[in-house]
T-cell receptor, first 110, second 113 residues
Framework: DAKTTQPTSMDCAEGRAANLPCNHS???????VYWYRQIHSQGPQYIIH???NNETNEMASLIITEDRKSSTLILPHATLRDTAVYYC???????????FGTGTRLQVFP | DTEVTQTPKHLVMGMTNKKSLKCEQH?????MYWYKQKAKKPPELMFV???????INESVPSRFSPECPNSSLLNLHLHALQPEDSALYLC????????????FGPGTRLTVL
């Protein structure tokens, strides 16, 4: 079973920051937080991942709380093309498996 | 080349047909994966190949038969499928296993009549 809880859906205005929360209260010390997104009928796209520290790349920022029980994915300037289902995944470092939860459907509107 | 390709994009088959799905990557990745995604559901892992050997089979029915002929190619052979097997079949690859990031192909949309 997925070890994360995400809101079912969120809206965001184009040009504004999209902040997508994820709860993973049972996360263990060796488990990473991964974020993927899936635009309609396409394959999932890797966004970012982290263990303890906040991470940033060209797509997004990942903020992980100090107790690691939750995280937030930030898309700094959302565009219409960011409309997708966003999956937060907790992945142990000793497994090949990605267990997807139900994700958050982000709708970016003009 | 930084992508995973899958062919065909769409496939329609009858329950008595035999068909194959193909996945290819030229990134030097040594792990490859098959996932199945039903409509409005998240992807579910089916198989993992590591260094061309099957390392995980998530109790998938034998009518799905994976094959990894070489480190760049992964096939999924289909035989005697059921209509409920209709889904998006996704292939992914990663440099190695465990914590390495998986990169997904666009998927094959399969319809079983």
């Amino acid at each position: 079973d997925a070890k994360t809880t995400q809101p079912t859906s969120m809206d965001c205005a184009e040009g504004r920051a999209a902040n997508l929360p994820c709860n993973h209260s049972t996360i263990s010390g060796n488990e990473y937080v991964y974020w993927y997104r899936q635009i309609h009928s396409q394959g999932p796209q890797y966004i970012i991942h982290g263990l303890k520290n906040n991470e940033t790349n060209e797509m997004a920022s990942l903020i992980i709380t100090e107790d690691r029980k939750s995280s937030t994915l930030i898309l700094p300037h959302a565009t219409l093309r960011d409309t997708a289902v966003y999956y937060c995944i907790v992945r142990p470092d000793n497994t090949d498996k990605l267990i997807f939860g139900t994700g958050t459907r982000l709708q970016v509107f003009p | 080349d930084t992508e995973v390709t899958q062919t065909p994009k769409h496939l329609v088959m009858g329950m008595t047909n035999k068909k194959s799905l193909k996945c290819e990557q030229h990134m030097g990745h040594r792990a490859m994966y098959w996932y199945k995604q039903k409509a409005k559901k998240p992807p579910e892992l089916m198989f993992v190949y590591s260094y061309e050997k099957l390392s995980i089979n998530e109790s998938v029915p034998s009518r799905f038969s994976p094959e990894c002929p070489n480190s760049s190619l992964l096939n999924l052979h289909l035989h005697a499928l059921q209509p409920e097997d209709s889904a998006l079949y996704l292939c992914a690859s990663s440099p190695g296993i465990r914590t390495d990031t998986q990169y997904f192909g666009p998927g094959t949309r399969l319809t079983v009549l």
